[in-house]
């Protein structure tokens, strides 16, 4: 695992030869996309986004090859469900985004990881991983 002073990384050995994974960032406050954005970038992920609304990412499913996706679950338009559905369908991992009330959406969405604002980079590395390995584990 690489490291950056305190931070751990995410495990790039993990990957092997393939490419730095590319995540899917559904975020529509600005600030926060910045500081995710600059996390996962700094782990070595290819960052798609940020994207601001469902709409916008079910269209970006369709043309992008994504590997796994960080979701705030209230974008400009509404709720994520729609596109949690979305990237399920597709065998995609994800990880759900909130400043609270994770009790509901754990209940909706049982098997997916959950990620509180405001990100702590540690968290972040090890949601992250979880769903890289998710992905390899499934192909």
Not at 9 to 23: A, C, H, N, S, Y
Not at 53 to 69: G, M, N, Y
Not at 85 to 104: M, N
């Amino acid at each position: 695992m690489k490291s950056c002073g305190t931070r751990s990384m995410v495990k790039t050995d993990l990957l092997g030869q393939f490419p730095p994974p590319r995540v899917l960032l559904a975020e529509d406050n600005a600030l926060i996309a910045l500081d995710l954005e600059e996390i996962l970038k700094g782990y070595g992920c290819r960052v798609i986004g940020p994207i601001l609304s469902v709409q916008d990412a079910l269209e970006l499913l369709s043309t992008e090859d994504i590997d796994i996706a960080v979701v705030d679950f209230l974008l400009e338009d509404g709720e994520a469900a729609p596109l949690a559905r979305a990237l399920d369908d597709k065998g995609i991992p994800f990880a759900i985004c909130t400043s609270g009330g994770e009790e509901g959406l754990s209940m909706l969405f049982p098997n997916t990881p959950f990620l509180a604002k405001p990100y702590n980079p540690d968290d972040v590395s090890t949601v992250v991983n979880s769903l890289i390995a998710s992905r390899l584990a499934n192909g």
